[in-house]
């Protein structure tokens, strides 16, 4: 490889006999902006019903009522950061049960698993978030500015009237869509009708408009100007799904072995695809599916319906591209081997094919977690404790000596009610004969027990005492059991904790 001089030196220039080195190539590239076709099929169908389903789910969720009673909130779906709640129609969770939450991004990382190991990125495709709204923004865009072909010579014509107001039109559109995405979003942490009418009166929270914001603002972005790239450069989900299949998955598939060697329709010796195009003209990502798999493709089937539209106006059969699995797709090229194109070889190559095996070791492990996990949530909800009580000591001081000689320790005792009764407890103590149980600005029943109000679906606070008479030998640390009573006398919660004294002498013997 030869070498440039320069042509000149000047001051703080290198020798002029000195070699340049070539410039190195930049590992950037300029993104080639993708003008999918508009398409129409069963896969187009399907999508589009998918779609309706995530957006009416996604906006409609949030006005959904749910009666809990006097004093509730009436939303079905509610995070209620307030009250540190999380409300699912008749479910509700609290914060010491956030392993529930746990539990189901487990299920949904292992749902998500099983389903990429049979059928491919058929969640990439259909309906994850980025695909669901950047199918929407586009329609909105084929609606304003035309097809593919009107789009190109929009961009490339001048920047007329015509231009600003189309591309003014459908960025208007766009942000109408957005706020309403960032809106609904602020709604399942807000109540919907309230926080609506705050945010169009002006009178809702910085927080409410900060998020609201946010995710309008990232729908916009995403959705309207980063598409694809989101899904090549952004998602982490295209580098390891990989991991996820294997021969038997169902993926978009070009079958080579039918369309190669490529030709004019009418041509002798050639496969079925005539390099039209079209399933490149219809990708959301701008790839060719021809050259196989890639990183780019999100699965979405549509170049199947391209294909399919072009093979049916040719006459011949459809399916050169369709969902199809690896090792069929090898069987069928074995197959053909050595046979020239035309019906015998796509006859032969079709019967070469067989069943996927949607059981196999890698998923009956998916439904094996998935069946694990899932009988583990219904059991912790089913024997979830509706009534818990926690029993903190303090910490400082240990204990005090009272100035009859008695040994006092102070706790707070929590009641945390998950029902909506509040129907008073009886406090009731298990401790060495002797020591004594009081409870601050407590009532007392018939006997002189301690009685607890408790708030209906909340949380309650006592201040506690346990009082060791003087002359009694105390231990170091004694256990003591707290224990809540119903009306019968039946246990319904109880805790274990400490009384801690100033222990026996030195010469005393410890029991």
């Not at 009436?74 to 479910?91: C, G, H, K, M």
């Amino acid at each position: 490889m030869g070498t440039v001089e320069a042509p000149h030196r000047a001051k703080g220039d290198r020798p002029a006999d000195a070699p340049v080195s070539a410039a190195p190539q930049s590992l950037y590239a300029a993104r080639q902006k993708v003008y999918p076709k508009r398409v129409f099929g069963l896969v187009r169908s399907a999508k589009w019903a998918v779609l309706g389903l995530c957006l009416a789910f996604y906006y409609i969720v949030p006005w959904l009522r749910w009666d809990r009673g006097a004093g509730m909130p009436d939303q079905a779906v509610l995070v209620d950061i307030t009250n540190a709640r999380l409300f699912f129609f008749w479910i509700e969770i609290w914060p010491q049960e956030i392993y529930f939450l746990t539990g189901a991004l487990i299920l949904g990382a292992f749902a998500l698993f099983a389903v990429s190991s049979l059928f491919g990125r058929l969640w990439c495709g259909f309906t994850c978030p980025q695909t669901v709204w950047t199918d929407l923004f586009m329609w909105v865009e084929r609606w304003i500015q035309g097809d593919r072909n009107a789009r190109m010579k929009l961009d490339q014509g001048p920047k007329d009237a015509n231009y600003w107001t189309r591309k003014g039109l459908t960025h208007a559109v766009w942000v109408l869509i957005a706020a309403a995405t960032g809106g609904a979003w602020v709604m399942y942490f807000n109540d919907a009708p309230t926080v609506t009418m705050e945010i169009l009166t002006g009178t809702a929270g910085t927080q409410v408009y900060f998020f609201f914001a946010m995710f309008a603002g990232f729908t916009y972005l995403l959705a309207g100007w980063a598409r694809e790239q989101v899904c090549t450069y952004m998602c982490p989900w295209p580098r390891f799904q990989a991991a996820m299949l294997d021969e038997n998955s169902l993926v978009v598939t070009y079958r080579d072995w039918r369309g190669e060697p490529r030709g004019k329709a009418k041509a002798e010796n050639v496969g079925d695809c005539v390099d039209c195009y079209a399933c490149v003209h219809v990708c959301p990502t701008g790839i060719d599916i021809r050259d196989g798999q890639q990183l780019e493709c999100i699965g979405c089937g549509l170049c199947i319906d391209a294909c399919d539209s072009v093979m049916g106006k040719l006459g011949r059969p459809k399916g050169l591209i369709a969902f199809e699995t690896l090792k069929n797709l090898a069987a069928s090229e074995a197959a053909v081997a050595g046979m020239a194109p035309g019906p015998e070889r796509q006859a032969c190559g079709m019967k070469a094919r067989t069943m996927p095996r949607f059981v196999r070791p890698r998923t009956l492990m998916y439904a094996g977690a998935l069946a694990v996990v899932s009988l583990a949530m219904l059991l912790a909800f089913v024997l979830r404790s509706t009534l818990d009580v926690t029993v903190l000591r303090d910490r400082a001081p240990l204990f005090v000596r009272l100035s009859d000689g008695g040994i006092r320790n102070g706790y707070t005792v929590k009641i945390v009610n998950k029902r909506r009764d509040d129907t008073p407890l009886v406090l009731s103590l298990q401790a060495p004969e002797g020591f004594r149980l009081s409870v601050q600005d407590a009532a007392t029943d018939a006997q002189g027990r301690p009685l607890l109000a408790r708030r209906a679906d909340g949380i309650t606070q006592y201040r506690v005492f346990v009082t060791a008479p003087a002359g009694l030998r105390v231990r170091e640390d004694t256990h003591v059991t707290f224990r809540l009573l119903d009306a019968g006398g039946r246990v319904i919660a109880g805790e274990r904790s400490s009384f801690r004294g100033p222990g026996h002498d030195r010469n005393d013997h410890h029991d």
